[in-house]
């Protein structure tokens, strides 16, 4: 493999830093123009560092093209600019264009590996860090103790260190890309690449290019989603969005491992582990044509499906907790949530999910600090979530008409049943905790049901 690309027009300087360079151990590419550095960026894979010369006598790009597209197509590598006619401001410009570093001619074999060297460990660490983040956004994202949510977690866990393909299923906001990323890191392919491939967010027409990539005359050869996943993941998001004809040609890959780019002959190997998703009901999909049934037998080798928010509204004021945190970055405080506007929050239906509700707890820290409020309570909820709770349990209202029109007995049995609806709804069903919270003794709270006409799942009445 490449560790450093040297793109210099002068033969005497491009020999002279290749022969410091390979004394140390690294492995150099040398290009003597724009046009030969863009065909090795494009072709190869991408090096450690790439070391450019400003000022390329005979090319069409000087070396600060050649920087932008290399940062285009691979930002994470660094690259260091040299120059014999150098001044402040063409090392400002490089520097904004993203360049590591500037070096005038002539320059010490010393100094040189002692930037190369820092360059390779800042990219280093920058890689690291981006992993610590990601697994620090998974860790809130995935937080959660409900039953429902620890299924999740251990089909993930245990379907994570396989190669076996997932397909995931859920509604918007549950979190699909975030547990495909969960599956990533905690696989062997953790150290390689893991490319998203949004089919929801892409014209038709450009989705089979996005993902077995392209070559043509004007923009030349462009990767797609299968080669630049090589060796690592490919999350496909939102697959029965994909015509047919890309489907066909997915199925392809699948059973080959091998695929064409656009408008290229020959077959190119991918060694890529294949999640993909979808928010659509696949039996609708499957019966109406728009997502192949060999296609997704394919895909669906581990099938997970990630339940709405509203079906595990017990995790709701752990991740609200995780996201306050979080919005609340470096500081030691946090804005708090009452239990009175927890019991609101907890009976909403959550279209959105989970990505609706951290944008509710942004929404909810914001308007408590222009406040200069501590703590979040039900006057400071957002009036369409109080209006659609209050909607569906009419007890909660100021004025409830219909209790009113009700003799003693058939208005408290209203109270009652609507009440343990809702409480039930915020613990999930789970009868122990439903009882110790309203301070009633578990036998009876099931006395009190049966009374009332309300069915518990037998999964969910043992659930404790």
Request: glycine share 6%.
């Amino acid at each position: 493999m490449t560790d450093i690309l040297i793109v210099d027009d002068e033969e005497g300087i491009r020999s002279l830093v290749a022969d410091i360079l390979k004394d140390e151990g690294y492995t150099p590419q040398l290009a003597s123009s724009a046009a030969q550095a863009i065909d090795i960026i494009d072709n190869s894979p991408p090096p450690k560092v790439a070391i450019l010369d400003i000022w390329l006598e005979g090319s069409e790009m000087d070396g600060l093209g050649v920087l932008k597209h290399l940062k285009a197509r691979h930002p994470n590598v660094p690259a260091i600019m040299i120059s014999g006619h150098g001044n402040i401001e063409t090392a400002v410009r490089s520097i904004r264009l993203g360049a590591y570093d500037f070096i005038e001619k002539p320059f010490k074999g010393e100094k040189l590996l002692i930037i190369v060297q820092r360059a390779i460990e800042a990219a280093s660490l920058a890689q690291m860090n981006h992993s610590l983040q990601e697994q620090h956004k998974l860790a809130i994202d995935l937080h959660g103790s409900s039953r429902a949510i620890q299924i999740v977690k251990t089909a993930a866990i245990t379907a994570a260190p396989a190669n076996s393909r997932i397909f995931i299923t859920g509604e918007p906001g549950t979190g699909k890309e975030v547990l495909a990323r969960y599956i990533h890191l905690n696989s062997k392919r953790a150290g390689k690449p893991f490319i998203v491939l949004n089919v929801a967010n892409l014209p038709p027409e450009q989705i089979e290019g996005e993902m077995f990539g392209m070559q043509s005359s004007d923009k030349g050869l462009i990767a797609g989603a299968l080669e630049m996943a090589d060796g690592g993941t490919l999350f496909i998001d939102e697959i029965a969005d994909m015509p047919l004809s890309t489907q066909t040609k997915l199925l392809k890959f699948l059973q080959q491992n091998s695929y064409e780019r656009i408008g290229q002959k020959g077959e190119i190997k991918s060694d890529v582990r294949i999640i993909a998703s979808s928010s659509v009901d696949i039996k609708t999909a499957l019966d109406a044509g728009t997502l192949q049934k060999s296609l997704y037998y394919r895909l669906s080798v581990v099938p997970i499906r990630i339940p709405p928010l509203r079906e595990r509204a017990e995790d709701l004021q752990e991740l609200a907790e995780h996201f306050a945190k979080q919005l609340a970055g470096s500081q030691s405080k946090h804005v708090k949530i009452t239990q009175e506007a927890y019991a609101i929050l907890q009976m909403y239906e959550w279209p959105g999910n989970v990505r609706q509700l951290r944008n509710t707890v942004e929404w909810l820290t914001m308007m408590a600090a222009s406040r200069a409020q501590a703590q979040i309570t039900p006057e400071l909820l957002p009036q369409d979530i109080v209006d659609s709770v209050q909607n569906k349990h009419t007890f909660l209202k100021p004025f409830n008409s219909d209790l009113i029109s009700k003799e003693l007995k058939p208005a408290r049995d209203s109270f009652e049943r609507e009440y343990l609806l809702a409480q039930l709804k915020r613990f999930g069903g789970n009868i122990s905790k439903t009882a110790q919270f309203i301070g009633m003794d578990r036998t009876a709270l099931h006395r009190k049901l049966r009374h009332l006409g309300i069915a518990v799942a037998a999964n969910d009445a043992e659930c404790a």
